[in-house]
């Protein structure tokens, strides 16, 4: 069966304690009464493979930006110290702190996607779960991915 199988890898028998779970809400409105918004989780049938896969990319992508990140910080580090004594400008050398960090990050970022696509392996992404039959049917149903909006909870 369809659904016993794992919708990433669609070869491993599915493990519902490793189910991957949209979030998703709509707003229903009761005759005579105000809106509420209605919340579900749909569970989309995972395999344990594909979960340890899932979040080996997702720790490689994070230890890759935050390599980056600091990478980008050190070379920040031997460019303000030449720049603060040739030029003075420690206000110029505060602006590239922030600058370094977030190009270091972005390149960090951009080398862990293929990276963490390889440490995944032959799974699909989790945001393969929008396809999955009774996700595509919720969303066509109305209803909306994510949780509620923060002014809707109670």
């Known amino acids: ?28 409105k009761p005759p005579g009464g105000p809106a509420v918004v209605v919340t579900t989780k749909l569970p989309v049938p995972r395999c344990r493979s594909c979960r340890k896969g899932h979040g080996r990319e997702l720790l490689v992508a994070v ?34 702190f922030v600058g370094f960090g977030a190009a270091g990050g972005f390149l960090g970022m951009l080398v862990s996607f293929p990276l963490a696509r390889l440490v995944r392996g032959r799974t699909r992404p989790t945001s393969h779960e929008d396809t999955h039959p ?11 991915k994510g949780s509620a909006p923060k002014a809707a909870k109670r």
């Open 63 to 96: 230890l890759f930006f935050l390599a980056g990140g600091l990478g980008g910080i050190a070379a920040y580090g031997l460019v303000f110290e030449w720049i603060s004594r040739v030029t003075g400008w420690a206000i110029f050398a505060m602006v590239l």
């Open 134 to 144: 009774a996700v595509r049917q919720a969303l066509a149903d109305g209803w909306l």
């Open 1 to 28: 069966m369809d659904s016993e199988r794992c919708w990433f890898c669609e070869r491993r028998q599915a493990d519902g304690k490793h189910a991957s779970h949209v979030e998703l809400h709509r707003s229903v």
